[in-house]
């Protein structure tokens, strides 16, 4: 009798040892599954977050003169006669708003009319001209073509920089100082056509640096 109760003593406490494992099994792969969701949640809402701060324009509104109510933004290359304008498409703040060449400005705080097609600011403290023209020069050419031009100032511009945007497009800068500040002119080409764009020294050229980096020629 004593032998058999030993039996038992013994089973019971196998069986004791057996379901604290199992149950100490069960508990580590439940931590441990929760940790990897928890791990690829994380994963998932980085690389959402860092997609959205490494692109400050993707809230932006966009502008496309290819688009037949934007017909008023079509305006001639002022360098080369014989070219005509070509559809380019760019994103630009949602404060700020596009107008055609030749708009009054008294509504954005300015005076006169405009020259080219601007990208203006809400009170007009800041003014972005754009222009396209069809041409096979690279925009390093067309810069280099522009400061041999017979234009006002032409020979003293001055090439600051030049970079690719990030759908292969060629960009040069260029700038000019004047006794009333530094003028700058970037184009950006794609050896087919050419979009232009002038804008004066101040707080804002990131912001036009940003825009320009969203040109699509179309």
């Known amino acids: ?16 040892v057996i379901i604290v494992l199992l149950v100490g099994f069960i508990g580590y792969y439940v ?11 994380n994963n998932a809402a980085n690389t959402s977050n860092a997609s959205t701060t490494s692109d400050p324009t993707s809230g932006w509104k966009t502008f496309s003169d290819n688009d037949p109510t934007n017909a008023a933004y079509k305006q001639i290359g002022q360098e080369v006669s014989t070219s005509d304008a070509v559809p380019i498409s760019f994103k630009y703040p949602n404060a700020w708003t596009t107008i055609p060449q030749g708009t009054d400005l008294s509504p954005y705080g300015g005076s006169g009319t405009t020259a080219n097609n601007q990208v203006v600011s809400k009170s007009a403290a800041a003014s972005l001209s754009f222009r396209s023209i069809q041409t096979d020069l690279s925009a390093s050419d067309y810069a280099k073509q522009v400061a041999g031009s017979t234009g006002s100032f032409a ?29 700058y002119e970037t184009i950006v080409s794609n050896k087919k056509s050419a979009a232009v764009f ?16 969203t040109v699509t020629l179309l």
């Open 198 to 213: 002038d804008y004066a020294n101040g707080p804002n050229l990131a912001t036009y640096n940003q825009i320009i980096g």
């Open 31 to 41: 931590y441990h599954a929760q940790k990897n969701t928890n791990t690829t949640l």
């Open 1 to 16: 009798m004593k032998n058999n109760q030993k039996g038992f003593g013994a089973v019971e406490g196998l069986l004791l």
């Open 155 to 183: 020979s003293s511009w001055k090439v600051t920089s030049s970079s690719t945007t990030k759908l292969g497009y060629t960009t040069v800068t260029s700038k000019l100082d004047t006794a009333t500040g530094a003028s």
